[in-house]
């Protein structure tokens, strides 16, 4: 039986490189379960990049909190990755023998209270390493409190924060992408800072936007398209099971159903929350000083402003292979709760505040938003367990709809 992905095995995140190389020269290759997926989605990142005749300067922006454990080898700790050495590799990889991309890697404290934290553990292996400190293969660390305290402005929302304390992971990913656009980046990505998505995709995302045709973003898909392969702890796993499998499958649709009736311009956007995304800079640079949203709501306002400043045309979707990392990480319940009716409220909230100002739900989406604010916790468990009951031999996934009037039935217990 093949041994499992397993983003703290250096032997395994080096093969996956050394697989794409022979994958580039015969991509008939047999390659290791464990690393097959993600090594060809790696190597068709390589050629698309590639490909492209213009220059390409990449910079990489994550966020960390409590890092320090995978920050380090697996050696000094049961979870760690080694992830800044890693991310480096991967990204030399993909750009190695293509002079006219370049690359930065950015890295935002988020107010880690590792001792040390997370940003004194990174820039000392950054040191360690004798990576740059500018230009092409820079690798950088901030701290959001130091953002927070001495500038530069970003945007009202964010110049009224006080403290980290008063942001979550959001705030640190917008003073990072602030800070790559200032500082002259053509294409601004955003990650996780674990090993999850392996940046030497960054080719897939990087080619729709530098290709032309109005691409401004380039968004990862975990699920939800052809191509796209979530890998879990049992393997890896591509549509229908990807979605059809998942114990919350009818929290995930039911939130898009919300979030495409109400945000007709995100409908096409399935993942909205993979930590996999990509920006033209120039197109990001009047959207940040807009963000007002530091928390889980983050990623869909942005794409939200996007949208409305590029159209919904500018957003392009990407599959990607993405490697759930449950070391270290806290997943939410799957049975339908008050953290999952409050993800729906966010969605609402976002419509309230940034759609309906300029295009007000009508017809059947603004008989939905009625029926939203009627919910409280008990008629949205009663709701989920409801369609969860219906839910058995109907094979749609994200383009499930369901009728309002069904729907108020089941509120009223009807």
Same mark, same amino acid.
């Given at each position: 039986?093949?041994?499992?992905?397993?983003?703290?095995?250096?032997?395994?995140?080096?093969?996956?490189?050394?697989?794409?190389?022979?994958?580039?020269?015969?991509?008939?290759?047999?390659?290791?379960?464990?690393?097959?997926?993600?090594?060809?989605?790696?190597?068709?990142?390589?050629?698309?990049?590639?490909?492209?005749?213009?220059?390409?300067?990449?910079?990489?922006?994550?966020?960390?909190? +409590?890092?320090?454990?995978?920050?380090?080898?697996?050696?000094?700790?049961?979870?760690?990755?080694?992830?800044?050495?890693?991310?480096?590799?991967?990204?030399?990889?993909?750009?190695?023998?293509?002079?006219?991309? %370049?690359?930065?890697?950015?890295?935002?404290?988020?107010?880690?209270?590792?001792?040390?934290?997370?940003?004194?553990?990174?820039?000392?292996?950054?040191?360690?390493?004798?990576?740059?400190?500018?230009?092409?293969?820079?690798?950088?660390?901030?701290?959001?409190?130091?953002?927070?305290?001495?500038?530069?402005?970003?945007?009202?929302? @964010?110049?009224?924060?006080?403290?980290?304390?008063?942001?979550?992971?959001?705030?640190?990913?917008?003073?990072?992408?602030?800070?790559?656009?200032?500082?002259?980046?053509?294409?601004?990505?955003?990650?996780?800072?674990?090993?999850?998505?392996?940046?030497?995709?960054?080719?897939?995302?990087?080619?729709?936007?530098?290709?032309?045709?109005?691409?401004?973003?380039?968004?990862?898909?975990?699920?939800?398209?052809?191509?796209?392969?979530?890998?879990?702890?049992? +393997?890896?796993?591509?549509?229908?099971?990807?979605?059809?499998?998942?114990?919350?499958?009818?929290?995930?649709?039911?939130?898009?159903?919300?979030?495409?009736?109400?945000?007709?311009?995100?409908?096409?956007?399935?993942?909205?929350?993979?930590? @996999?995304?990509?920006?033209?800079?120039?197109?990001?640079?009047?959207?940040?000083?807009?963000?007002?949203?530091?928390?889980?709501?983050?990623?869909?306002?942005?794409?939200?402003?996007?949208?409305?400043?590029? +159209?919904?045309?500018?957003?392009?979707?990407?599959?990607?292979?993405?490697?759930?990392?449950?070391?270290? %990480?806290?997943?939410?319940?799957?049975?339908?709760?008050?953290?999952?009716?409050?993800?729906?409220?966010?969605?609402?909230?976002?419509?309230?505040?940034?759609?309906?100002?300029?295009?007000?739900?009508?017809?059947?989406?603004?008989?939905?938003?009625?029926?939203?604010?009627?919910?409280?916790?008990?008629?949205?468990?009663?709701?989920?367990?409801?369609?969860?009951?219906?839910?058995?031999?109907?094979?749609?996934?994200?383009?499930?709809?369901?009728?309002?009037?069904?729907?108020?039935?089941?509120?009223?217990?009807?």
């Amino acid at each position: 039986m093949e041994s499992p992905r397993d983003l703290t095995d250096p032997r395994q995140n080096e093969a996956v490189l050394e697989f794409a190389s022979l994958l580039l020269d015969d991509p008939g290759t047999a390659v290791p379960a464990a690393v097959a997926a993600e090594a060809r989605a790696v190597a068709r990142s390589r050629r698309r990049l590639a490909a492209l005749t213009d220059p390409v300067a990449l910079t990489v922006v994550w966020a960390m909190y +409590g890092e320090t454990g995978r920050m380090a080898t697996r050696e000094e700790h049961a979870h760690g990755e080694d992830f800044v050495r890693v991310k480096v590799r991967q990204l030399d990889w993909l750009t190695a023998g293509l002079p006219s991309v %370049t690359w930065s890697i950015l890295a935002v404290d988020d107010g880690c209270p590792d001792q040390p934290s997370s940003a004194e553990m990174m820039a000392g292996i950054a040191a360690a390493e004798d990576y740059p400190t500018a230009g092409h293969r820079a690798v950088s660390v901030v701290r959001l409190a130091d953002v927070i305290a001495d500038g530069p402005s970003i945007g009202p929302a @964010f110049d009224a924060l006080t403290s980290p304390d008063q942001s979550r992971k959001g705030g640190s990913i917008l003073a990072g992408l602030a800070h790559a656009v200032a500082a002259g980046a053509q294409i601004v990505c955003y990650t996780d800072a674990d090993l999850s998505a392996n940046l030497a995709m960054l080719g897939t995302l990087a080619a729709p936007i530098v290709e032309g045709d109005g691409v401004v973003a380039a968004l990862g898909q975990r699920y939800g398209m052809e191509g796209a392969v979530l890998v879990k702890a049992d +393997g890896p796993s591509v549509e229908p099971q990807s979605t059809g499998d998942k114990p919350d499958k009818l929290i995930v649709l039911f939130r898009h159903f919300v979030r495409a009736m109400l945000v007709p311009d995100l409908a096409h956007v399935l993942d909205t929350q993979a930590g @996999f995304k990509a920006f033209d800079a120039a197109a990001l640079a009047p959207v940040l000083p807009q963000m007002t949203s530091f928390d889980e709501t983050f990623d869909v306002e942005l794409l939200i402003h996007v949208a409305q400043t590029s +159209g919904a045309h500018a957003l392009a979707v990407e599959p990607i292979v993405f490697t759930e990392d449950f070391a270290a %990480t806290n997943f939410p319940s799957v049975d339908p709760g008050k953290r999952h009716l409050a993800m729906v409220e966010q969605v609402v909230g976002l419509y309230d505040r940034l759609v309906a100002p300029v295009a007000p739900a009508t017809g059947e989406a603004a008989e939905l938003l009625d029926l939203l604010r009627t919910l409280d916790l008990e008629s949205y468990v009663r709701l989920i367990e409801a369609l969860r009951a219906e839910d058995k031999g109907d094979p749609t996934l994200f383009d499930r709809r369901w009728g309002v009037e069904h729907l108020r039935t089941i509120v009223a217990g009807k």
